[in-house]
């Protein structure tokens, strides 16, 4: 599964949508949802004549939450993974909650006086660039005449930009923002703070589909293992103990990978177990290097890739230290010397 199929799969739980909800959505939305009746929309609830276009849209999720009064709510998450900012975002988020409504209607999937379910339209972005478009419909019309008005639709949607959420998150008490600061930041030392506080929010949840969710986002991201290996750095049942946090397996992982590369090299020579030590550690480090660049300045080119890969452990230690300190990838890999 590639990073938008396991990013996808963590908003597939309920606990992480109510953490997301709670944490940067209207609180008056906490105040009357019901979240135990929280509930994945699939394709097949909407019927045989779902729209095309709809069922094409494989990063957005649809969950459907009971309020108070008993009416329905329609969560529409849409996941925008790409650097590049759609500026006729709102268009896409009106057309798409048309078909929906479509949907909705000629199934018959109404209230209970017959009316149409609302929709919240959510679009969740962790692009490098700050977001520029629209969020409302009327920032891309001229200004309008009030008997105008009154026949044109009003639309918006709400914006979580994860980069600019994350350095005023709650990250040791919510999960979601855990997880967007995760993603923003790129020293080693925030990073080791922040698994151990997102170790403690998961052990707490106590949902093991979220938990399964983490350790597979996890192994594929954050805690990338040498090339020379291929077990998982943690397991499903990692959660179940008490005595380590995500923190400390991943340092233990980084020392198991180079005390291994040692052993292997015992029984060759003490050079070559050396130099097999070093260069795993070395790999270990190109992964860490890719993982904080990535965050930083999103896709790498295969040139940019070619040099990481190439890269002595000193280097690439200089470039994760100064990743902040630079605007493009280019510059950063120009600067540092040996």
């Not at 070093?278 to 992964?287: I, P, S």
């Given at each position: ?165 994350a350095s005023d998150s709650d990250a040791e008490n919510n999960i979601a923002a855990a997880l967007f ?42 805690l990338q293992q040498s090339p020379t290996q291929r077990s998982m750095v943690i397991s499903e049942s ?101």
């Amino acid at each position: 599964m590639d990073y938008d199929g396991h990013y996808k799969d963590l908003f597939s739980n309920p606990a992480l949508i109510q953490a997301l909800a709670e944490a940067y959505l209207d609180p008056g939305l906490s105040a009357l949802a019901n979240w135990e009746s929280l509930s994945l929309v699939k394709d097949t609830h909407l019927g045989n004549k779902t729209p095309y276009r709809l069922k094409q849209r494989a990063n957005d999720l649809i969950w459907s939450v009971k309020l108070q009064d008993e009416r329905s709510l329609y969560l529409y998450l849409m996941l925008e993974f790409q650097s590049s900012i759609d500026p006729a975002m709102v268009l896409r988020i009106g057309e798409y909650m048309f078909m929906l409504w479509r949907a909705l209607f000629e199934q018959k999937q109404l209230d209970q006086d017959g009316k149409l379910p609302m929709i919240y339209p959510i679009v969740l972005y962790n692009g490098e660039p700050p977001w520029s478009a629209a969020v409302s419909l009327s920032e891309l019309l001229p200004p309008v005449p009030a008997g105008i008005s009154l026949v044109l639709p009003s639309l918006q949607y709400t914006l979580l930009d994860e980069r600019r959420l994350a350095s005023d998150s709650d990250a040791e008490n919510n999960i979601a923002a855990a997880l967007f600061a995760l993603e923003a930041i790129s020293t080693r030392e925030q990073q080791m703070e922040l698994l151990d506080s997102l170790t403690h929010l998961l052990r707490e949840q106590r949902s093991k589909p979220l938990q399964n969710a983490f350790t597979r986002w996890l192994n594929a991201q954050f805690l990338q293992q040498s090339p020379t290996q291929r077990s998982m750095v943690i397991s499903e049942s990692f959660w179940e103990s008490n005595t380590m946090t995500l923190a400390e397996k991943f340092t233990q992982f980084y020392d198991d990978a180079v005390a291994e590369g040692e052993a292997r090299g015992e029984a060759k020579g003490e050079a070559k177990g050396q130099a097999l030590a070093l260069e795993q550690a070395r790999m270990t480090q190109v992964q860490v290097c890719r993982t904080s660049l990535e965050r930083r300045f999103g896709t790498l080119d295969p040139f940019s890739l070619q040099r990481i890969e190439q890269a002595s452990f000193m280097r690439l230690a200089q470039w994760c230290l100064q990743v902040e300190d630079f605007e493009s990838v280019a510059a950063l890999l120009d600067s540092s010397s040996e």
